[in-house]
């Protein structure tokens, strides 16, 4: 039977999803608990890696086990075994021909960040401090301009290899709020697929745009020439979370 | 000179607000900065202590020093030495008679609490998760009988030493939010003053009420007879938050 699972976690301890030598990983301690519960390895895969320090709220995962446990109670059974900061959500059987990666439609990243003169403990797990002031006025308008079909390669760390670089981009939305004396603001970014480090260069740029760092030309060469000098800088992992992953279909 | 400090932590290390011998408490950490600071130690004191895990948006602390530090500048000299999951967020000169504890008009705390089945580690450390279901407008309902002058002898921990167990609650909120999957109810709570635990077992109560194990009759009880069998459980650490203390001025 194939199993899907949706999982959430706080990445702050894990060296990103994917199994790797020098760190401990998300899938490495699924991988594990799985182990615990079904007496045997089986490979489990995502959505989609996500980079070390970067959290999940709604993150798809799969694997196939020859398994009496009904996919209902598997999450209850890994939960039992995995650490505190990982927990399965919901469990279920998977569609026939159902792929965690392939599958996958939309995703939902989200980029938070606050503005203030000093950074609040109660906020920097899950957003990073800005201390320049932006207009955000100047943010949501160039939210929209990322918004439909472009070649992400300026918005792509170097080094990585992909087929192609140019990624669907549904909505940039971007939300505000004033809490405990300062302000936050959230970047929901929804695309068909996403490059390595692209939403944290986007969430980068955007904040050097309203900032008055990058100007509307720089946002257009990024995008129609590939100039990674017209880019903002690459934001910290903590900002950064995956909201949801969309498959078209009822999972759980 | 008097300075006041507006300081932020996140308790979730700590054995509190005040210094003790087993375990690091923010009155610690905050002692040793200041020395590290001025070079000699001061006496530093807050609006009120915070039990273990508790956590603080806006604690206010003071301390009197012979020093040529700008009290403007004294937050960001702190930051330097204080660990990253405590921070000034402001510094000024006190007024003249000002005194941390006593000056307080009004404190607000809040305690944050999720529905789901399963736990979310993306919720957990500043809220606690509930697995049983509650009706909202019962909780609401509930909320309004805890306001005005009461004694609230049986919400407090048995061994505290008070004069009086009489506070005055100036008002109760629920705000209520769906957030990545569940329900996220926020009670806030400002009042004249609080006992030992009285915000966890007043959180725990008005849960208890909105889930069909307590009735109206009970808390009527609590409130006016100190029936403490008339009161709910006092809910974990993690739930609370310190989140204004108001000196009826403005200090920062």
Redesign the interface.
Known sequence: MKYALLI???GTAYGGWQIQHNAVTVQEKLTCSLEQVLGFKVNVTASGRTDSGV?A??QVCCFEADCTVPPERM??AL?VYLP??????QSAEAPKGFDAVTSAKKKTYCYRVYF?K?????K???AVNIKFDIDIDKLNFIAKKFEGEHDFKAYCASGSQVKTTVRKIYSVEVKTRDF??SRDVEIYVTGNGFLYNMVRTLAGTMLDFAAGRLGEQDIINSLEKGDRNSVGKTMPPQGL?L?SVDYGIKLF
């Open positions: 959430a976690y706080d959290h709220a709604a999450a209850d939960n505190d900061d990982i927990r399965v959500l203030s000093r950074s609040n403990p109660l920097d797990r899950y405990r004396g979370t909201e």
